[in-house]
């Protein structure tokens, strides 16, 4: 079939990587670049098909762009569609191509921002472009939302519309978003396609120690830092249990059905192993994790101080909570002081009704072996501040992956980098679920 519009897979390669090619550097710091030149570029995209987004900057440069598709069908509640624009910071030395450069080589569009989150940006303008073109309407409305900030937190994006403008998203039920949609490879070739409709909660820790201060010649059996450092080995060194959680266990039943394995715990740890690259990620949505980040302590070497601090970046399953609180204080142990300086809830929401459905057909139509799994991802996205508008987010971005690539070290990462025909299969499964669901 020919169109005489370009169409969405003709343009998603472009787009994506004229995204990467505005850096878009979330340091956190008012002098940065924000997201201007990245949601003016939006903008500007839209209205060639002559669609007017709204654009929202939220303090200077720090901007979002959203635009509501009216569907046929008024009864229907609606879909949100969301990305982020910014990106981590990403240091040119250690790249193969620079990060900013937006490069396409041997079928790889890279550069920060590839996977994290600018190729599905780009994929919700090539599709809104190719259905205005087509004169294309959904059923339900549609509002597409490309957001700030959110690599810290989101302040300026989703939480700034979120609490001052809610009307934007009026009548939306549910939203698809990162972290998932993505394929993993397992036995006898299926695909597996990582659907994330949980995610961990977090909780962030500052432990603080005072012990006496005075001369490092002396015997001196109250240090503050050998009394935190114990404290922070515990944690570090701490094994947590997987668990099967709701979310945890369809995965598992679905993985050991893939494997011709009956279902069973014991196979638990011996089938992660065998994913390959992916068994980290998937080793890591079965479990608490409570990482020490940051130490500081003294002064002069020949000072003992009188305190000492350190940061615990713990993340919790969904349900769990509370265990995981009581095994963190058991392992602080008593003489240290445990402050908590950031909690987010867990997420978890359910894996059935008809999104879910059409999420798995939509997949199913354009990868026939593609089997769609819940999972659990590690850590948070906007969609768990959408929550607050009881709105239930799944993370959802179509990609079918060569098994050779390490896709969760691509977040991040050094080389980020994603297949351009994985853009184009993702275009071709979100134009099917855009347009029926
Ligand atoms: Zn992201």
Known sequence: MTFNYPTADSEVVSLCAALIRIDTSNYGDPDGPGERRAAEKIMEWLDEVGLIGTYIESAPRRANVVIRIPGTDPRLPALLVHGHLDVVPADAT???VPPFSGEVIDGYVWGRGAVDMKHMDAMMVALLREMTRSGTRPRRDLVFAW???EELGGRYGAE???TEQPELFHGCTDAISEVGGFSIEVGGGTRLYLIDNAQR???WLRLTTNGRAGHAAMVH???AITELAGAISRIGLYEWPQQLTSTNLRFFEELCASYDLPFSDDHLDGIVH????PARLVDTMLRHTANPTRFTAGYATNVVPECAAAVIDGRFLPGLEAEFLATLERLVGPRVHCEVIDREAALEVP?????VEAMKDALRAEDPTARAVPWCLPAGTDNRIFARLGIRGYGFV???LPRTLDFSSMFHGIDERVPEDALVFGVNVLRRLLTSY
Do not use: H, K
Request: aromatic share 12%; hydrophobic share 40%; proline share 11%.
């Open 274 to 277: 065998r994913l390959g690259s």
């Open 147 to 149: 957001l700030a900030d």
């Open 351 to 355: 894996f059935e009704g008809p999104l």
């Open 160 to 162: 700034y519309l979120v």
């Open 94 to 96: 250690a790249w193969q």
């Open 201 to 203: 909660g977090l909780t």
């Open 398 to 400: 179509p990609l079918r």
């Open 221 to 223: 059996p109250n240090n």
